[in-house]
């Protein structure tokens, strides 16, 4: 897919400037919506494995949807959250 890197994934501490999260970013909706944005602000994307995602200009960030805790880094700086 347009924008894929064949790199390891880019694993932060979710402290960069996201304003945009994609939740399930390796999933159907999630990957399209992630393909559709890329390039237009600065994305983080939320994913359970990390080791499934390679996307260029990408913040990776591993949570869980049902681990409040996991949840908390990675909508630091979110504005918006798909």
Do not use: N, Q
């Not at 602000?41 to 990776?60: K, N, S, Y």
């Amino acid at each position: 897919m347009e924008g894929r890197s064949s790199g390891p994934p880019a694993m932060t501490d979710a402290t960069s400037p996201s304003k945009l999260l994609i939740t399930g970013a390796t999933g159907f909706v999630g990957e399209a919506l992630l393909d559709h944005l890329s390039g237009e602000e600065p994305l983080r994307a939320l994913v359970r494995d990390a080791g499934r995602l390679e996307a260029d200009g990408v913040e990776i960030v591993e949570a869980d949807l049902t681990d409040r805790e996991s949840l908390e880094p990675a909508l630091r700086g979110i504005e918006v959250a798909y």
